[in-house]
């Protein structure tokens, strides 16, 4: 359920500030329903709702919240003008600027923990270097897993696993349910997200000990929200920009925040287009995309 808490901070923060501009009816705003894994359909189409009343209320102004299969469909409406805004993963953004350079990012995400990041665990005792000398052996995933865990465990399973694959994959509700199949010796090994992962420390400093870090991704960058370069008057993209770098000092908002661990919202940082190609270079663009 915390993605469906990500995706309802995302909608508050963005049709409020997109009201503000005032040069258009409706502001679209595209949200990928892939980074929702545990969010019931249903649910999704009622996730905006209270904050087109929210923004209407404010500004006097209307919303409208687009679900998409994925984030490049969401790349394509905004280069199509379908849509306004779009809201992406550090590595989708990587992806979508592939192919439409002309998308620029309003402003980043601060996750808590600042890193985004995925981690193979294993338990304590278990005596394998790197995958390659798992072979046979047994995965658990989480169906909550993040989108970068996932492709971290498949990039890992392509360079050490040659020839070779997993017994069998069990799956868990949560991604602690996996690390606790680990810890059990239900199954050897896991893949989680450092946000997951450092929660779980947290909460069972004692357990967490029977685990150890097999191996770490790269640091991914972060969310981005972000349009068509030249769709959007200078004067919208900043009442867009600076009503979101703002939005954590009213207590409201902050108290979502940190339920999403979401520090703030913050300008793209410096290098951000370096992080984007190494990223890419990591993780090419699915060849379903190309």
Not at 110 to 115: C, H, I, L, N, T
Not at 150 to 171: H, I, P, Q, V
Not at 253 to 256: G, Y
């Given at each position: 359920m915390t993605r469906f808490l990500v995706l309802s901070a995302v909608v508050l923060f963005l049709t409020a500030s997109a009201g503000w501009a005032g040069d258009k009816d409706i502001y679209r705003?595209?949200?990928?329903?892939s980074a929702f894994r545990d969010v019931p359909p249903a649910l999704l189409s009622f996730a905006g709702m209270p904050f087109k009343d929210l923004m209407k209320s404010q500004t006097g102004l209307n919303g409208e919240v687009v679900m998409e299969a994925d984030a490049m469909n969401i790349a394509r409406m905004l280069e199509a003008g379908k849509l306004e805004l779009g809201v992406f993963l550090g590595h989708e953004f990587a992806w979508a600027r592939e192919k439409h350079p002309?998308?620029?990012?309003?402003?980043?995400?601060?996750?808590?923990?600042?890193?985004?990041?995925?981690?193979?665990?294993?338990?304590?005792?278990?005596?394998?270097?790197?995958?390659?000398?798992?072979?046979?052996s047994r995965l658990a995933l989480a169906t909550t897993s993040r989108?970068?865990?996932?492709?971290?465990?498949?990039?890992?399973?392509?360079?050490?696993?040659?020839?070779?694959?997993?017994?069998?994959?069990?799956?868990?509700?949560?991604?602690?349910d996996a690390i606790?199949?680990?810890?059990?010796?239900e199954v050897d090994v896991t893949v989680t997200d450092q946000a997951a992962w450092n929660y779980f420390q947290k909460l069972y400093p004692g357990a967490s000990e029977n685990l150890r870090v097999l191996s770490k991704s790269e640091i991914f960058p972060p969310t981005v929200i972000a349009f068509k370069k030249g769709s959007l008057d200078d004067e919208v993209v900043k009442k867009v920009r600076d009503g979101l770098l703002s939005a954590h000092e009213t207590s409201k908002?902050?108290?979502?925040l940190n339920l999403i661990r979401v520090e703030k919202f913050d300008l793209v940082p410096a290098g951000y287009d370096d992080s984007l190609k190494a990223c890419l270079k990591a993780y090419p663009l699915p060849a379903a995309d190309k």
């Open positions: 705003i595209g949200i990928p329903k002309t998308l620029e990012p309003i402003v980043c995400t601060v996750p808590r923990p600042k890193e985004i990041q995925a981690f193979l665990l294993v338990r304590w005792d278990n005596k394998a270097d790197n995958l390659g000398d798992l072979k046979g989108d970068h865990a996932r492709m971290f465990l498949d990039k890992r399973k392509a360079a050490e696993m040659t020839g070779g694959d997993f017994s069998s994959t069990a799956k868990a509700a949560t991604v602690h606790q199949k680990v810890i059990d010796e908002v902050a108290k979502l």
